[in-house]
């Protein structure tokens, strides 16, 4: 099959949101620290009415119904997430329910590694459809998470939603192929070890140097791999790419991650244009990639040099990670949700994307799209468009909730969510039309759900 990729595409995230400026308040840290310091303005939630089958049951209904696609037409379906609710059972099995007047021949099953398992479970589904066990069908990749941290200095940093992508050939977003870019290491740097808690245990330091090493390694190896194949035409890969997208803990780090770019093509460079884009950065021409994660000078000095290319080429991507925070598993694709809600198709036809996708533990890659050239009224690519032209309006019509409402239903969450016999209490008036909810936990922890 032909131009294996993207071929629709589904986002959701919580009707309720705390704001990040009445946040600093409530957590009594300097005003400004997360809304200017991380580059956060609302983290959306979730009460004890949504767990993670509802976050897929939604998502993929949704896409199946906004796209008309029948069940019968999915011949594999995945799920990647890190909100794990049971140790054996699949939310693959769960979405089965979807299935149940339909074609239940599906292969495909739940990958789990921290926020990568949404990249791996997308990488399986394109991998299907070029193999030879590939019946015609489409994919289904599902990438989902509740991200919750313990009261602290992390918690600012939760988020959550889901993203639902049907994969198949002739698609729109076309997958780039042999240039993806991996780097995976054994690290502690974010992990669940406490299997009661739905917090992490984290180092959050560690975890931007792990971040930022993988991005260094993954854009190496992209970028040999990307000259060796020719899609590669300015010797700067900058140039090469109409936008960059990252995996997004909070949105200053993805500009830092963006200039970090900068600062490898720059090193990488044998005559840099001092004249140019490299101008006024003479002073670190011999510096080493591994003794600059946190220089300050550094990191200054070249988010100033990409600021004008940043906000071109990926800060129409941060419009769900500002306003939702850190999804995990879907964090990248909402940047792609994003991207597509914030540019027209004209503005992307023929281009290419990069995305740079990291889960702690750690697992990486930097894989790229290509945007195909027709846009004409009946083509997938002005139908994807089309799909999520409501995106800014959803994010407009969330409810804001008080920090300390916000603060107890946290709590409960910590207090019941392994309960079992367990009633949730959260409103359901509160949801988005189509959203899935848990009724009810019964004594064998046997989950039931009804939709809105
Ligand atoms: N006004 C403006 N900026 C401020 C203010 C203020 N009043 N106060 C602080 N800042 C700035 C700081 O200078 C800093 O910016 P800098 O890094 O550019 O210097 C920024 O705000 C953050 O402040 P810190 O003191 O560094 O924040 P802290 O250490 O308390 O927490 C952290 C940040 C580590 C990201 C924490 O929220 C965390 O652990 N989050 C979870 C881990 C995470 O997301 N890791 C990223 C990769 S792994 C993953 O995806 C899960």
């Not at 400004?32 to 209904?61: A, H, P």
């Not at 594999?76 to 979807?98: A, H």
Request: net charge negative; proline share 4%; hydrophobic share 35%.
């Amino acid at each position: 099959p032909e131009d294996v990729g993207i071929i629709a595409l589904e986002i959701y995230f919580p009707s309720q949101y705390v704001d990040q400026s009445e946040l600093e308040n409530f957590d009594g840290v300097s005003s400004g620290k997360y809304t200017i310091g991380l580059g956060q303005d609302k983290m959306g939630f979730c009460s004890d009415r949504e767990d993670i089958n509802t976050l897929c049951l939604t998502t993929v209904q949704k896409l199946m119904e906004r796209n008309k696609i029948s069940y019968n037409e999915i011949g594999r379906l995945e799920v990647g997430t890190e909100t794990i609710i049971d140790k054996s059972k699949s939310v693959k099995s769960v979405l089965m329910q979807l299935f149940e007047d339909s074609d239940t021949n599906i292969e495909g099953i739940d990958t789990t590694n921290a926020c990568y398992g949404g990249t791996a479970a997308l990488f399986n589904a394109a991998n299907w459809v070029e193999s030879s066990s590939w019946d015609g069908r489409y994919a289904l990749v599902v990438a989902a998470d509740i991200a919750v941290y313990a009261t602290g200095n992390a918690r600012c940093t939760g988020g959550a939603g889901a993203v639902a992508m049907l994969v198949g050939p002739n698609a729109p977003l076309v997958l780039d192929r042999g240039v993806r870019g991996t780097h995976m290491q054994h690290v502690y740097d974010f992990y669940k070890p406490e299997m009661a808690s739905e917090y992490p245990t984290v180092d959050g330091k560690l975890s931007i140097q792990c971040y930022l090493n993988a991005l260094d390694k993954c854009y190496d190896v992209y970028s040999r791999k990307a000259i060796a194949s020719g899609i590669k035409e300015s010797p700067n890969i900058l140039d090469n790419a109409a936008a960059f997208l990252f995996h997004s803990p909070y949105c200053k780090l993805v500009q830092k991650s963006f200039a970090r770019l900068l600062v490898n093509d720059f090193i990488r460079d044998s005559n840099p244009d001092f004249q140019g884009i490299y101008s006024g950065l003479e002073q670190f021409k011999d510096i080493k990639l591994e003794n600059t994660y946190f220089d300050k000078q550094v990191e200054s000095n070249f988010v100033k040099a990409s600021q004008k290319m940043f906000e071109l080429k990926t800060k129409p991507s941060l419009l769900v990670s500002n306003q939702v925070g850190n999804m995990y598993t879907p964090s990248l694709y909402g940047g792609l949700a994003s991207l597509i809600a914030s540019t027209t198709p004209n503005e992307l036809k023929g281009k290419r994307v990069i995305l740079f996708s990291y889960g702690s533990g750690l697992a990486a890659t930097m894989f790229s799209v290509k945007v195909s050239e027709n846009v004409t009224p009946d083509s997938a690519l002005l139908r994807l468009f089309d799909s999520l032209n409501d995106l800014k309006y959803r994010l407009e019509s969330r409810t804001k909730v008080d920090p300390s409402i916000f603060d107890g239903i946290m709590k409960l969450r910590e207090q019941t969510h392994h309960l079992a016999p367990y009633r949730p209490v959260g409103s359901i008036q509160d949801l988005f039309p189509g959203t899935w909810y848990l009724t009810e936990v019964d004594s064998m922890h046997r989950r039931k759900y009804d939709r809105v």
